[in-house]
């Protein structure tokens, strides 16, 4: 167990709508990522926040946003979805900003557009 | 940016048998070089890490891994694969100066046949 906390599990929903995914960081981790993976494109890193504050961003459609609260958890909001969203969605987390800390993931979220 | 290659798909090997999953790496500071393992339904769990140092990294189940400056090149090995060792492995790569996101590889199917 990562002691990272997705949820949910499981999402299906149709073309147009808006979804949020939710994401609990490793006790004590600051920073959080959201990547996507699909089969296509392999997992593609969309969205970094540090402490709240955003810190990187990736391959991040101006559909979806993120963000970190106070509590340190986050949130993914991805909307007008595409049948092209489907994928499963990654959250992970690290203790800071320190290059050499590895990234702990959660399960993941699947999400399913129809 | 920072970015990382695993030429190969699929690698099959026989239980018993080395394996190598090879990782090329491309940044333009120092590399901060990681691979993880991810099972089916599962998020990414880390095995090892190279930052500095030996350039012979040993990490979780028995694995290990080269790095090779000269040839860009961070190859995951194990002595005697596992039929359990079977998985999707990613390489993934941190360039020092920008410690903001983590970029991974398409990932290698690994299947270990008894």
């Known amino acids: 167990d990562s002691g990272v906390t997705q949820t949910p599990k499981h999402l299906i929903t149709a073309t147009g709508q808006r979804v949020t995914l939710r994401c609990s960081p490793r006790?004590?981790?600051?920073?959080v990522y959201w990547y996507q993976q699909s089969l296509d494109q392999g997992l593609q890193f969309l969205i970094q926040y540090y402490n709240g504050e955003e810190r990187a961003k990736g391959n991040i459609l101006e559909r979806f946003s993120a963000q970190q609260f106070p509590d340190l958890h986050s949130e993914l909001n991805l909307s007008s979805l595409e049948l092209g969203d489907s994928a499963l969605y990654f959250c992970?987390?690290?203790?800071?900003?320190?290059?050499?800390?590895?990234?702990?993931f959660g399960n993941g979220t699947r999400l399913t557009v129809t | 940016a920072q970015s990382v290659a695993q030429p190969e798909d699929q690698v099959n090997v026989a239980e018993g048998n080395p394996l190598t999953v090879k990782c090329t790496y491309s940044?333009?500071?120092?590399?901060?070089l990681f691979w993880y393992v991810q099972y089916p339904n599962r998020g990414l769990q880390f095995l090892l890490k190279?930052?500095?140092?030996?350039?012979l990294v040993k990490g979780s189940y028995g694995f290990e891994a080269e790095f090779n400056k000269s040839q860009t090149s961070f190859h995951l090995k194990k002595p005697s694969a596992l039929v359990s060792d079977s998985a999707l492995y990613f390489c993934a790569v941190r360039e020092g100066r920008n410690n903001n996101d983590m970029r991974f590889g398409a990932g290698t199917r690994l299947t270990v046949k008894p």
């Open positions: 992970a987390s690290s203790p800071g900003t320190g290059h050499n800390s590895p990234l702990h």
């Open positions: 940044v333009s500071g120092n590399p901060y």
């Open positions: 190279y930052i500095t140092g030996d350039n």
């Open positions: 006790s004590g981790d600051l920073s």
